[in-house]
């Protein structure tokens, strides 16, 4: 029995919880719920009468099911909505502050966030639970006129800000789970970049999941102003439980003239035991609007956690000559499911999109990419590339590709390619002749099946990229 | 090294080799001559560990029984197959795949692993001694390189290992006369006391560089004749039928 403990320890090594006292909202989905939210974070009325229109269209939506992997129906009222460290229930002002629990979790999670460890050139903000807990490098990040800062204190400090783009790009109106977002969405992280201002570190977020029975729900807001760049990039873990935990966040972004937002995710959550029990369910919408000309958004996520991830970061391409880009490796293994993907929305004229996709299947484990390229009337002389390589190991996993391409004018042109293959014996076997055992292998090959997504990642982060496209198969070959 | 007595071996219940035998001693480079089919191929698999195959017979490595050793094991172990067909791996550096396999090997011996620089300083002499490209290197494992680079390559790796039983399967098919010579020079540059050769081929050319001590004729599964470098010769003007 203790054997087993430590083989399980090791799968996911991010499992663990933290023993610390929290806040919570009263239990389920109610207008008292999302008044304790805005009210505990002492949010302006317009803010709360927002949630509320939400929640009030949330009341006529359907909850999507066109989705490959299905689930058991989600019982909305037995879930806590926010969820907080008592310690942190008024932000601390300064890393002094913060409790030590709290510091020692992330320490073990990888973030150091106490000064002299801080992770050098990366900006974090660590969002626990419901709450931003800490924001490191803001005073040097402030000298250059870049707000980076926690989603709740935007909406107190930066409110003309947050009022203009809130929901700009992911509608109140959109579909169920992003509503629902935007009626009790807790914390996140906001960021906006000048004009002509290159941010001059990572930006990053990482996320954590402690309690129990809870949802989270976070928000991202992220705002690169004319001729400006911002790199930035999200982690996430989230401890073993048997249960299925929901995580629903809605990601915002703005690009506007010759602006250039990249957006990294390296995306860990649990991912339920090797009979599919418990895991994260990954409901996530993330959209950016190239709302500028000459503007870019990049998107870049390694998805190796959660029992089912479902989820297509989107660019409308809204600007002349404006470039969207989809890079993606997602990783099944054991019963995790994955329905992943991208939109590409082109109104402009001479807009381009591009779109890497890899994925991967082992275990018992299906993985999906869907797709849509869909190309205006107006959008002439636009241009898209789709390649879509799935890889399986076993014959129990499943690899399927459904893109749906849209072309409104004839001087647009779309390119498609796809390819499906069973990870080869031959490799394998070069490999182990060269001294590799089996996992060793299997990790090399593969990483070089990703490399074209992989080497998109901020340096500091592909490494760590690279050892979990690893991990997250072991077990899976032999 | 290397003691083979009476093996057998089987794929898809098709027998191919019916009991083989053979002994190598330290320094010594043996040869293997045989038409297609005649299960050379499946030696070197076998040597190496591949799966797929029913084996009987003692099959020795330095006094071990090799079938109780998984491939990954042999090789650390110091067994050093050059592929016939090199495989190709697409993502992944030709140099990171060396060092990784480098590291591997001499984490076995109980060496330390090199760090990047150290180990371009090895990679930088091996290949030029070779007269290998160092472009090469930087590409993708194998990718679209020549049917003469990829050989090269293997030829390097085993450089770059230093491995005490080396089988080449027929790593000498399919090669102009100057990528030949490298091979060969390959070869004779690590010719030394304490290393082993099986050279698999199907001509004698690769022979008139190295010379080997012995040369054997497999066919139909069996060695049915050993000799010296006159065999070989006596092969190539008769042709393999001619030889019982």
């Known amino acids: ?478 | 090294m290397l003691k083979i007595k009476n093996l057998k071996a089987s794929i898809n219940n098709k027998d191919i080799l019916k009991g083989l035998n053979i002994n190598i001693k330290p320094g010594e480079l043996h040869a293997i001559m045989g038409p297609n089919g005649s299960g050379k191929s499946t030696l070197a698999n076998v040597l190496s560990g591949k799966n797929g195959y029913e084996i009987s017979g003692e099959l020795k490595y330095q006094g071990k029984d090799l079938k109780e050793i998984s491939i990954d094991e042999r090789a650390q172990k110091g067994i050093f197959l050059a592929f016939q067909y090199p495989i190709e791996i697409p993502g992944v550096n030709t140099s990171n795949f060396l060092k990784t396999s480098l590291n591997k090997v001499r984490k076995a011996r109980g060496e330390k692993e090199l760090d990047t620089l150290s180990f371009l300083k090895i990679l930088k002499e091996k290949s030029s001694e070779l007269g290998i490209d160092e472009k090469m290197l930087s590409r993708q494992l194998n990718v679209g390189f020549s049917g003469g680079e990829k050989k090269k390559n293997e030829i390097l790796q085993m450089k770059i290992l230093d491995p005490n039983l080396v089988i080449l399967d027929e790593t000498d098919s399919g090669l102009d006369i100057d990528a030949l010579k490298i091979i060969a020079d390959g070869v004779n540059s690590s010719r030394d006391k304490k290393k082993s050769f099986l050279i698999i081929t199907h001509y004698q050319r690769l022979l008139n560089y190295i010379n080997p001590n012995f040369v054997h004729v497999l066919s139909d599964g069996k060695i049915i004749k050993s000799g010296c470098m006159e065999l070989a010769e006596e092969l190539e003007k008769k042709g393999y039928k001619k030889i019982n």
């Not at chain 1, 310690?87 to 320490?107: A, F, N």
């Not at chain 1, 169920?176 to 570190?201: E, H, Q, R, W």
């Not at chain 1, 250039?260 to 995306?267: L, N």
């Not at chain 1, 500028?292 to 956690?305: M, Y």
């Open chain 1, 1 to 478: 029995m203790k054997n087993q403990n430590i083989n399980t320890e090791q799968d996911y090594k991010y499992g663990f919880t933290t023993d610390i006292e929290s806040i919570r909202a009263p239990k389920g989905l109610s207008e008292e719920s999302i008044k304790f939210i805005s009210k505990i974070k002492k949010e302006p009325k317009w803010m709360l009468d927002w949630r509320l229109k939400a929640f009030n269209r949330l009341k006529n939506l359907k909850e999507p099911n066109w989705q490959k992997p299905k689930y058991p129906k989600i019982n909305y009222q037995d879930l806590y909505y926010y969820s907080a460290p008592k310690s942190v229930s008024g932000k601390p002002k300064s890393l002094d502050e913060v409790d030590p629990k709290l510091i020692e979790t992330y320490k073990k999670l990888g973030i150091p966030l106490q000064e002299q460890k801080r992770l050098s050139g990366v900006a974090v903000d660590a969002v626990f639970d419901s709450v931003s807990v800490a924001t490191t490098y803001k005073e040097e990040l402030t000298k250059k006129g870049i707000i980076f800062c926690s989603m709740s204190e935007a909406i107190r400090e930066y409110s003309d800000l947050v009022k203009k783009y809130l929901g700009s790009v992911i509608p109140l109106t959109d579909h169920y789970f992003a509503t629902l977002n935007s009626a009790v969405f807790t914390d996140g992280s906001f960021v906006y970049i000048p004009p002509k201002v290159k941010c001059p570190m990572e930006l990053s977020t990482y996320f954590r999941i402690n309690a129990s029975e809870t949802g989270q729900f976070e928000r991202t807001l992220i705002i690169a102003d004319k001729g400006s760049y911002v790199s930035y990039l999200e982690g996430c873990t989230a401890p073993m439980r048997d249960e299925n935990q929901l995580h629903a966040a809605n990601v915002e972004l703005v690009a506007l003239d010759d602006a250039e937002i990249k957006y990294s995710t390296v995306q860990n959550w649990y991912p339920g035991d090797k009979n599919g029990v418990g895991g994260i369910y990954n409901f996530v919408t993330k959209r950016g609007a190239c709302r500028g000309k000459n503007s870019k958004i990049s998107w870049t996520q390694v998805e190796t956690g959660s029992a089912i991830t479902w989820k297509y970061p989107s660019c409308i391409l809204q600007g002349d000559n404006s470039v969207g880009e989809f890079y993606s490796i997602a990783i099944t293994n054991n019963h995790q499911k994955a329905d992943t993907g991208t939109k590409m929305i082109h109104l402009g004229k001479n807009t381009k999109s591009k779109i890497i996709s890899k994925g991967i299947s082992a275990g018992k484990a299906d993985n999906t990419y869907r797709g849509l390229v869909d190309i205006g009337k107006k959008a002439l002389n636009s241009r898209n590339y789709t390649q879509c390589d799935s890889l399986l190991m076993g014959n129990k996993c499943g690899a399927h590709t459904v893109p749906y391409i849209k072309n409104k004018n004839s001087s647009s042109i779309v390119e498609h390619e796809a390819t499906t293959s069973k990870i080869n014996e031959e490799q394998l076997f070069y490999c182990n002749q060269r001294g590799l055992n089996q996992e060793e292998a299997v990790g090399l090959i593969v990483n070089g099946f990703c490399k074209e997504v992989l080497q998109q990642l901020p340096m500091e982060f592909a490494v760590e990229a690279q050892k979990l496209v690893g991990i997250s198969l072991e077990g899976s070959v032999g």
